[in-house]
């Protein structure tokens, strides 16, 4: 398995992989307006994507965006669109592409990175390496 940031020559399959995490989540798919969004997002640097790849075809991906936080007074980064295909789930490749994530954010400079969850995830994200509780985490959104 290779673990790699992700590459936009690949964005049909990030987008494959992406409306099925949608899907898994609950949540509609992404419409074309919304892909341009990212497409854009990614080609400007506001959200990075990592990717887990076997023989060319990605098999898992997760995001990163970078926010300036005054808990650490330096660059953090949150964690999101975490989605293993199903047929590669229990193969370690969710440890090994947070793995990733996390050393490429530490030879950034990167210094913490937050993630939110659904109860039934806590645990999993706890044995990824995501251990320090910051509260609760709560959303405002100018859609409702």
């Given amino acids: 398995m290779n673990y790699e940031k992700f590459s936009l020559s690949d964005f049909p399959q990030l987008i494959e992989l ?3 995490y949608k899907i898994s989540i609950g949540e509609p798919k992404l419409d074309d307006s919304q892909i341009a969004v990212l497409k ?3 080609q400007s640097g506001r959200i990075e994507f990592f990717v887990a790849k076997e023989h060319g075809k990605i098999v898992a991906i997760c995001s990163v965006s970078l926010v300036f936080s005054t808990f650490v007074c330096r660059l953090s ?3 999101e ?14 440890r090994g592409l947070t793995q990733y994530v996390f050393e490429y954010l530490k030879s950034r400079g990167i210094s913490s990175l937050w993630v939110g969850c659904a109860d039934v995830d806590l645990e999993m994200y706890k044995s990824l390496g995501f251990t320090i509780p910051l509260g ?3 959303t405002w959104s100018a859609d409702e």
């Fill in 81 to 94: 669109d975490f989605y293993i295909a199903d047929e590669y789930r229990r193969k370690g490749i969710a």
């Fill in 18 to 20: 992406e409306q099925k």
């Fill in 136 to 138: 609760n985490l709560l």
């Fill in 40 to 42: 854009d997002a990614i």
């Fill in 77 to 79: 980064g949150i964690f």
